[in-house]
């Protein structure tokens, strides 16, 4: 265990507020000690002043590894299925083209490429993927596109041997006919965000709960200026948003309408 001086931990809870928006609640302060201590000895920091020292003075590589340990990245290929059918459906139903998603929250791209399996098992190739996170981290790992077994287990015996390669045993790589439809960015969701074009769908799911009210309205007024009129917003299953933008319907158990 490192030596971590009083006043860190508030100081690490103030930093991922305001440069991340993330929220980190009395009840859950106690859980940053241990992330940090980990944090501390994966990256082979001598003393916990040294990781600190570099974070006072804006070093970016810091500012990556504190977000990479403070958040979770838990995920599997076809998390949340239900989102991908609805998705689905919608598509067919209005007989979209040149299909443009965002996934706001991307991780380490099992989401982005749950969805391009899905439409690529109906046919459908007319779509683009922006896929975004700030993490920095994860998104090496999303480029690299290698997935170990833990990240199949709702996902079918074809769409394995259809969409990856074998690398070795339990280790899986993306082909390019799934990877040429996703652009992978880091962006922060805190940022003012802009596109010149808006999106026909927008995944931003588990996401919200590490937000407060402010930054959960801040980055709610990001997504509904970034869709179509007529587009969906999928937010995370275990997520409810009680206030929300005007421009914006609740359409399904964690699904959204733009106007």
């Known amino acids: 265990m490192f030596d971590i001086k009083k006043g860190r931990i508030n100081e690490i809870r103030d930093l991922v507020y305001r440069e991340f928006g993330i929220h980190i609640s009395d009840s859950k302060i106690g859980s940053i000690e241990p992330k940090i201590n980990k944090l501390l000895m994966n990256e082979k920091y001598l003393t916990a002043e040294d990781f600190f020292s570099e974070l006072e003075t804006g070093n970016p590589k810091s500012k990556e590894l504190l977000i990479k340990y403070i958040t979770t990245n838990h995920t599997y290929f076809f998390r949340e299925a239900e989102h991908f059918a609805h998705l689905l459906e919608d598509i067919k139903k209005t007989n979209r083209t040149n299909i443009t998603i965002w996934c706001a929250a991307s991780s380490t791209g099992e989401e982005p490429y749950s969805i391009a399996m899905t439409l690529l098992d109906e046919g459908i190739k007319d779509f683009k993927i922006l896929a975004s996170d700030l993490d ?124």
């Open 136 to 259: 920095r981290c994860v998104l090496e790992e999303f480029n690299l596109g290698i997935y170990h077994d833990n990240r199949f287990i709702k996902t079918t015996k074809y769409q394995k041997i259809k969409y990856f390669t074998k690398e070795s045993e339990g280790v899986y790589k993306i082909r390019s006919e799934l990877r040429k439809h996703i652009c992978i960015k880091r962006l922060n969701l805190m940022d003012n965000l802009y596109f010149a074009q808006p999106f026909d769908y927008i995944f931003c799911r588990n996401v919200f709960i590490y937000f407060d009210d402010t930054s959960r309205q801040r980055t709610l007024e990001t997504l509904a200026r970034s869709l179509k009129s007529g587009g969906k917003l999928y937010i995370g299953h275990t997520e409810t948003l009680f206030t929300f933008p005007s421009s914006l319907r609740r359409e399904a158990n964690s699904v959204y309408r733009k106007l």
